[in-house]
Nanobody, 128 residues
Framework: QEQLVESGGGSVDAGGSLKLSCKVS????????MAWFRQTSGKEREGVAV???????TYGDFVEGRFTISRDKAVNTLHLQLSRLKPEDTGMYYC??????????????????????WGQGTPVTVSS
């Protein structure tokens, strides 16, 4: 059984918006810090946003207020609202989870090596 399943990727014009979702298994959702990472052309996987169980968040510097991470407890789902998208945001976006007690403080949580559970990814393409 897959534990993390992403959806919502697609193609948009620059300046547009997308909302990514990650369906999380019940056992993972209750006990893990959740994050979004991305892999863009020519770059290593980088942290986009992280949210812990109480709802504290942190973002990569490149986000510049354009993206919002959130959790929906009612349906065990992680979201990433992408706004004011740029062509350089094009890439594969991944949902990831790490046991909550392995990450503290949240400001240190943007490193992919901290996460052991990953989804398959959802593609985002932004045209200029």
């Amino acid at each position: 059984q897959e534990q993390l399943v992403e959806s919502g990727g697609g193609s948009v014009d620059a300046g547009g918006s997308l909302k990514l979702s990650c369906k999380v298994s019940t056992s993972i959702y209750a006990t893990h810090t959740m994050a979004w990472f991305r892999q863009t052309s020519g770059k290593e996987r980088e942290g986009v946003a992280v949210i812990d169980r109480p709802g504290n968040t942190t973002y990569g510097d490149f986000v510049e207020g354009r993206f919002t991470i959130s959790r929906d407890k009612a349906v065990n789902t992680l979201h990433l609202q992408l706004s004011r998208l740029k062509p350089e945001d094009t890439g594969m976006y991944y949902c990831a989870a790490a046991p909550y007690n392995t990450i503290s403080p949240i400001e240190t949580a943007l490193y992919p090596q901290l996460y052991k559970t990953w989804g398959q990814g959802t593609p985002v393409t932004v045209s200029s």
